[in-house]
């Protein structure tokens, strides 16, 4: 498994070299190579996570970030803040989240969090790529965690209809619980919902699965496996990226909203029908009824 | 003209008759004799009116139901043997799956038009369920429930009914993982019977569930018992409309003993047979457009595997509202458990709302005393306390109903489920009655502007002053034939206690469903407005005229639409704007009313 | 105001056939007269109107066809003809069906309205009862035919005979015996015993402790449903694979050890913080695995029942009346989470045995 990872960085190195002539780029590419495997093994192996490639430079930027953006509810060292009962959270500790857990929060807009409520929702996103880099380069060394995953775990450009099948299997088993059926959310207790997954990106989804974000539970990479993580995100692109074979979709929510076209769509314009066939025709403007 | 129009049915059938029509009609009659009973059907009337069609659309849809359904029949295999999808659709490729599922998966991804078919057959189902609905609130709304057509009326309930297990029965067919839930959940609901519950269970599901038996057996109940019921009843139910005649609004000319509308021949023909092409073809577009029932996004039924919103047909959606609402109840005696949980919600209140409904027409009937044949139409103000009482079941109907689908109302509106549950527990008592509180009073208010337009006429719009300067609006009298529809009703019969003694001063024995008769007749009438006697109606218009006269100098002469009735006032002026009070305005136009 | 108190209320025997009074208190003023329609009196609109029916099933005629083209030419199957992101076929074959049918419904209806005569035709009725004779007849009939068979009588055959014809319920009842087995004792257990790993759903790999993290949620199975006979034929399949699954299908979570609050006689049921519950729903059966790991609650998606598993499976909400059976874990000498025994206690749905 974990050779396979790092044959992929490779052939892409091979293929990137191949276009660019510029003498750096093999190094470049090289150093590329090295990052993503390391992030791979990083995915594979959380509780060892290895910060030792990220620039010290890159984690002071960080951690200013953090000072401004995160410290008022998780504390100045992401240790968190607890509320004055002493039970319950104001923000939780950050310690051992990893850098998966940075990416899906910041990279999602569903932190900075405005206020603190039931469940924090994505938002348009507040930082550039590269700040969240280090950010997540900064949280991860609080202590070891879930590294950002490389490209290759939830690539699903090359998946097989085998693989796909086998995703929509696990998908069903684990994920429409609380998803639906189509990865349109669900509602769950005390006005908390599990989003929908359509609009999400596949890194986010690999990365939810792994950290389990706020409510959601983690699903380890020693249960379910990346590539069975991977099948079950090749599924949700497939589900996304096929025809609607029978027309609108009506939002995929199931029997509630197909009752409401029935009755507002088909009842409305066939009532309409029995009102016009019923209707008097131009000249009996003086009707009775 | 009319009268001479009233008797020629027969005579114009004739007229139209060519030879050819007439050869063929022989050689029919002659081996059937059906002349005798279609000379008066061919050109049998049926009134006009938008609201008489909601049934048509349950009767077409039916027949969209039984067209597209035969279509499906030809690939559907009803059986929950194993077998292993290698279709078209790949993302199911090679997943183990019950021969049900597989073959709808395969009317849906390799015959042509197969899936419109199963669309449209799935969105009639909606449709024949909901027109059911609709035509039976009409039905209860106009008073047409009442005798003679008390039986046509639980004959339609039975027909409601059994449409909905129909329903149920189709949406479980398919053996995808929506409809094994749904199984799921009837089968719990079979097991919470007391005594018998598990026993039923496997009896009908040939085992444990799921066993390997329901789909066949459903399919059975599906396309032949149910139908054959459905179709039977909606024999009866048809035979009875046309051997009662429909029933009609009440208006000039048109009375108790006769009907007044188009023969059957060729008006209704048209009008209903285009209707059914209409009905057909609005299910068609729907089923082109409009996804239902994606069976492939939900896969095959696997008892571990559900999905967010899983949700019944709209039609069971009450069921299910009452399934989420209900308290967790349960009553462990002596060994044995008693799930008041899923017993209230599953069998009791379904039972009793179909009961008070079914026995409605013998209820009214009662406590009004009433045994007169009724084929005039009440308008629902008419009868405050029976509209109030539909909107009340409306009401209750609704409040399960969305409860029913509360996690898809918690997802899109982003509630609180649940703070939506403890609300419906708490609304399903008080806004039925809230609900019948306002729509009495609104009948009430209604029925007393009827009064109003009939005592004082209409607001005219046209302001008075009086010589010592004060300013009043001038109200006209309706004209004759919106004033007969207004009084074309009964007064209502509010039954009295018979007195407490009689003449001879021995006290009359008043046994308790006397004095309870009367008193539920109080209830129902006793503060509906009644329609004014011809002597108070006079009254009003000699006052009103006399009014009048005291604010016009007495040239004008009151115009009012098509108002010529024998209350015709002289010496007034009417109408709008252009009114001064001096000028003749009898060629003007009044404005719209 | 009158009351209505001046109106006799008819009673039980009363024929009264007539419910409107007459002139009360305005005469009929009859119907109205026909007022002819543009296309009575106009031929131009007449024919306009002719055009237009004419049209309209013309049209339907063209959306005919287009349905025959487009059911021969828009593939279905796995490669299908995708328009606008829409299944082609469904879409087109829909839209000109649905136009035809449309067009040949709202053609006839014009027609009926714009062409055919608008003269209202009054029809009277009659009263639905019979005339008193026949009805006289039809009782004599009847009383002549009942006396005639003697059933009055002769009591002892009328008796019998309504016992004989309600013993045939009987055969009835017995013949649908064979409809299912009887229940025994299967509700109450499941294919969990001492010592039966627990492996994740679908993949079928067993699981250590280790593998779950806090807040991690597995949906398990037992081994039995992965394991094949020696004659390589799975141990559970088809049928009996459902049945089985519908009890035994489990939740493994990962809490917190000090979150959890465990019942008295349940200390040693959880290993390290990992707790096994049923996915079975105890209101009416559906799978649950809506498991928030903040909160430790378990949400039903199909009634919305929760349970709180840090908590021993309490019901804190909704319908379900019993906590949610929980499954005795243990560690097997490999490291494996493996089932102490089977259920202590039916999974699933109530019902009247179960205690």
């Known amino acids: 498994m974990t050779k396979k990872d790092i044959v992929r960085p490779r052939s892409l190195g091979a293929r990137l070299s191949a276009k660019r002539r510029s003498p750096f780029a093999g190094f470049v590419v090289l150093l590329l190579g090295l990052l993503v495997s390391g992030g791979a093994y990083a995915a594979l192996a959380p509780a060892s996570a290895d910060t030792s490639t990220t620039s010290q430079s890159a984690i002071e930027h960080g951690r200013q970030l953090f000072l401004v953006s995160c410290s008022s509810c998780h504390g100045q060292h992401g240790e968190g803040i607890v509320e004055q009962d002493g039970k319950t959270n104001y923000g939780p500790p950050l310690i051992g989240v990893g850098a998966a857990d940075v990416d899906f929060q910041v990279g999602t807009g569903r932190m900075p969090l405005a206020t603190p409520g039931q469940q924090a929702a994505a938002h348009p996103v507040t930082f550039t790529p590269q700040e969240i880099r280090d950010l997540a380069a900064f949280v991860a060394t609080l202590g070891p965690g879930p590294a950002i995953p490389p490209k290759s775990a939830y690539d699903t450009q090359n998946a097989t209809t085998e693989q796909i099948v086998k995703g929509g299997d696990f998908f069903r088993t684990n994920c429409t619980a609380c998803h639906n059926f189509a990865g349109a959310g669900g509602a769950l207790p005390e006005g908390k919902h599990a989003p929908a997954l359509t609009q999400v990106s596949n890194k986010h989804i690999y990365e939810a699965l792994i950290i389990g974000p706020q409510q959601m539970p983690v699903f380890s990479n020693q249960v379910i496996k990346p590539q069975e993580k991977r099948d079950i995100i090749a599924y949700l692109n497939s589900i996304r990226d096929m025809p609607k074979y029978g027309g609108s979709t009506l939002g995929s929510l199931g029997p509630v909203s197909e009752g409401l076209w029935a009755w507002v769509v088909g009842i409305g314009s066939l009532v309409a029908f029995a009102v016009w066939i019923a209707s008097h025709t131009a000249r009996s403007k003086k009707k009775g009824a | 003209m009319v009268a001479g129009i009233s008797s020629n049915t027969r005579r114009a059938a004739k007229v139209e008759k060519t030879p050819k029509v007439a050869g063929v009609a022989t050689w029919v009659d002659d081996r059937t004799g059906i002349a005798t009973a279609a000379k008066s059907q061919i050109r049998k009337v049926f009134p006009d009116h938008w609201s008489f069609m909601l049934g048509e659309i349950a009767l077409w849809s039916f027949v969209v139901l039984l067209l597209t359904g035969v279509f499906l029949t030809l690939w559907f295999k009803p059986s929950m043997g194993e077998t292993v999808y290698d279709g078209s659709y790949a993302n199911l490729k090679g997943i183990p799956m019950s021969d049900a599922y597989a073959s709808t998966l395969n009317i849906s991804f390799d015959v042509r038009g197969g899936l419109l078919m199963r669309q449209m057959h799935h969105w009639s189902a909606m449709l024949f369920i909901a027109a059911m609905f609709v035509h039976m609130m009409r039905v209860f709304f106009t008073g047409a429930f009442r005798k003679p057509r008390e039986m046509n009326y639980m004959i339609g309930l039975l027909l409601l009914m059994l449409g909905i297990l129909e329903g149920f029965a189709g949406y479980s067919l398919p053996d995808d993982l929506l409809s094994g839930t749904g199984l799921r959940i009837a089968d719990g609901l079979i097991e919470a019977i007391p005594v018998v519950g598990s026993y039923l269970s496997f009896f009908l599901f040939g085992g444990e569930f799921p066993g390997d038996q329901i789909i066949s057996r459903l399919y059975a109940v599906h396309i032949l018992l149910i139908p054959g019921l459905l179709l039977a009843l909606i024999g009866a139910h048809m035979l009875l409309l046309v051997y009662q005649k429909h029933t009609q609004w009440p208006g000039p000319g048109r009375t108790n003993d006769n009907v007044v509308g188009f023969p059957m021949l060729p008006v209704y023909a048209a009008k209903a047979g285009g209707f059914f092409f209409t009905v057909f073809g609005v299910t068609a577009l729907m089923g082109g457009l409009l996804t239902i029932n994606p069976i492939w996004m939900y896969g095959p039924y696997t008892p571990n595997q559900v999905t967010a919103g899983s949700q019944p047909d709209w039609y069971m959606g009450i069921a299910e509202g009452l399934l989420r609402a209900m308290p967790n109840w349960e009553t462990h005696l002596a060994g044995f458990t008693i799930s008041w949980n899923v017993l209230i919600p599953g069998v009791v209140v379904p039972g009793v709302l179909f009961t008070v409904m079914l026995l409605y027409p013998f209820i009214e009937a009662w406590i009004t005393g009433d045994k007169r044949e009724h084929h005039l139409l009440q308008r629902p103000r008419n009868a405050p306390t029976r509209t109030a009482f539909m909107v009340a079941m409306i009401t209750l109907y609704g409040v399960l109903w969305a409860e029913g689908g509360n996690d898809i109302l918690a997802l899109v509106f982003h509630w609180n489920l649940n703070y939506i549950t403890y609300t419906a527990r708490g609304a399903v008592f008080i806004l039925p009655v809230v609900a019948f509180i306002i729509a009495r009073r609104w009948c009430i208010s209604l029925q007393r502007q009827d009064q109003n337009r009939l005592l004082h006429g209409y607001e005219s719009g046209i302001i008075m002053r009086s010589p010592e300067g004060a300013y009043a609006e001038r109200h006209v009298p309706i004209g004759v034939n919106e004033a007969y529809e207004l009084t074309a009703r009964d007064r209502d019969p509010v039954v009295e206690l018979p007195p407490e003694y009689d003449e001879n001063g021995v006290r009359a024995p008043r046994s308790r469903a006397e004095r309870l008769r009367a008193r539920l007749s109080q209830f129902y009438f006793g503060n509906n407005i009644q329609k004014p006697t011809a002597e108070e109606l006079e009254e009003a218009h000699e006052h009103a005229a006399h009014e009048l006269e005291k604010a016009s100098d007495g040239h004008q002469h009151l115009h009012g639409g098509d108002y010529t009735g024998d209350y015709e006032l002289d010496g007034t002026a009417a109408d709008g704007h252009q009114f001064d009070g001096r000028h003749y305005v009898d060629d003007e136009e009044l404005r719209g009313h | ?355």
Request: aromatic residues 6%.
């Open chain 3, 1 to 355: 105001m009158p009351t209505g108190t001046d109106v006799a209320v008819p009673r039980e025997g009363d024929t009264v056939i007539k419910a409107q009074t007459e002139a009360d208190p305005i005469a009929d003023p009859g119907l109205p007269p026909h007022v002819p329609r543009p296309t009575d009196v106009d031929e131009r609109s007449e024919k306009r109107a002719e055009r237009q029916v004419a049209a309209l099933f013309g049209f339907s005629m063209v959306c005919a066809i287009g349905f025959c083209v487009a059911y021969f030419t828009l593939e279905i199957g796995d490669n299908p003809t995708v328009w606008l992101g829409y299944g082609a076929s469904n879409v087109i074959l829909g839209l000109s069906l649905g136009l035809a049918l449309l067009s040949i419904g709202v053609g006839a209806i014009q027609w009926a309205r714009k062409l055919m005569s608008d003269v209202e035709i009054v029809e009277h009725r009659h009263p639905i009862a019979s005339n008193e004779e026949s009805r006289t007849e039809a009782v004599a009939a009847l009383s002549q035919g009942i006396s005639d068979s003697g059933i009055g009588r002769r009591p002892l055959v009328r008796n019998t005979l309504i016992g004989a014809v309600g013993m045939l319920g009987l055969p009835v009842i017995v013949a649908l015996r064979d409809l299912g087995p009887l229940p025994g004792s299967k509700l109450s257990h499941t294919v969990w015993r001492q010592g039966m790993r627990v492996v994740n759903d679908v993949a079928g790999t067993p699981i250590t402790p280790d593998d779950l993290q806090i807040g991690q949620l597995v949906n398990g199975e037992p081994e039995v449903f992965f394991e094949n006979k020696p004659d390589g034929e799975p141990k559970f399949e088809g049928t009996e694979l459902l049945q089985a699954k519908a009890k035994a299908a489990v939740i493994l979570v990962r809490m917190r050890p000090q979150d959890i609050h465990p019942a008295k006689g349940r200390e040693n049921w959880g290993v390290e913080g990992i707790l096994c519950y049923s996915k079975i729903c105890t209101h009416v059966g559906c799978p649950i695995s809506l498991w928030e790991q903040q909160t430790h609650h378990l949400l039903c998606p199909c009634h919305q029942s929760t349970f709180d598993l840090a908590n021993n499976g309490k019901v804190i909400f909704g319908p379900a009346a019993r906590p949610l059976p929980q499954l005795p874990l243990q560690v097997d000498s490999e490291g494996y989470l493996v089932a102490q025994s089977d259920f202590h206690e039916p999974v699933g749905p109530s019902f009247w045995e179960r205690g």
